[in-house]
């Protein structure tokens, strides 16, 4: 596999959902991802990350093509995705998979592992009896570190911890062949004493197997463990801001809202978290995603807004080694944060 060649594009993505508040009341739209174009290259890891409501769910959904554009264009492997022929959109299909969040949602309650992972194998021709998926979900569990495969592929899910089920989900996953896994916050609810695993577990996979990922996160320590060498892409109110290198843009963030993002993440110093720490925001409030302020969104809340934040959206730009939209990014000052290093992962 080459790296550095996008596996997926994402060209001036927007996807709008409709939203109905009462049974005779017009339904108001919600532009959840705006105007967003991103690459993800084979092999490499991305996090996206964001506040609770920002699009990421949505973005990733798009992605993996569960989610159709109200505009703009998805290519995978320089395929548009609109115009693939049958072959190609299973190849597509096949080709990205989504690992969600809440894994007890995610399985058939009623249905073995085997039958969950197995069945799919059979139908898809990957395997030609039963006895050859059975052997294949055996290889799948162990490649998950769920070992003696036989203690787990006759359970049924609610038999398993949340730990372990994440698993089941990524043996899933890479049951097809996938180039890109999107993992949507696949650790926030498990317990946090299992969660390295799993973002290790991860690691491997990408290492071993060559797919790559995009982990959705909340969580700017979970972000700079799993993507070390990656790139980390931020969102806020459904559109992209800063995108860089993950050990770069969290040493050194361009952006006023990352900066402020990061200003609040818990520091284990109680030294310095002794001392008053203001945010670097003129507002904790978040506007509606459904009625975005106008220039560029973040602009009520930016301790550097000028006029023409109020009017002009910025537009994602080349700056130092990344990417930004802040028409002030040359003037900010630099963001210091001396116990970055000392963050551990929640
Ligand atoms: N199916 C849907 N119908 C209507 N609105 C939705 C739907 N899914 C998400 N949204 C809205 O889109 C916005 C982004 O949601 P989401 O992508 O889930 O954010 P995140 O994953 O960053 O928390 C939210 O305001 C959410 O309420
Ligand atoms: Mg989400």
Known sequence: MIKNQ?????????????????????????????DVSLNINSGEIVALVGESGCGKTTLGKAIAGLLDPAEGQVFFNGIDVKKMNKKQFEEYRNGVQIVQQDSYAALNPARTIYQS??????HKKIVKDKKEAYERVCELLTTVELTPPEQFINKYPHQLSGGQRQRILMARAISLSPKLIVADEPVSMIDVSLRIAVLNLMARLNKTLGIAFVYITHDLATARYIAKNGKIVVMYLGELIEIGNVIEVIKDPKHPYLQALLSAVPIPNPWIAKQEKELPLKSLDMPSISNPPSGCRFNPRCIYATEKCEIEPPILRQFDNGLIACHNAEKIPKFVLPSIESVTVE
């Open 6 to 34: 996008p596996i997926m594009q994402l060209k001036d993505v927007s996807i709008v959902f409709e939203k109905r508040t009462g049974l005779f009341s017009k339904p108001t739209k919600i532009k959840a991802v705006n």
């Open 117 to 122: 992972l197995g069945e799919p194998l059979l």
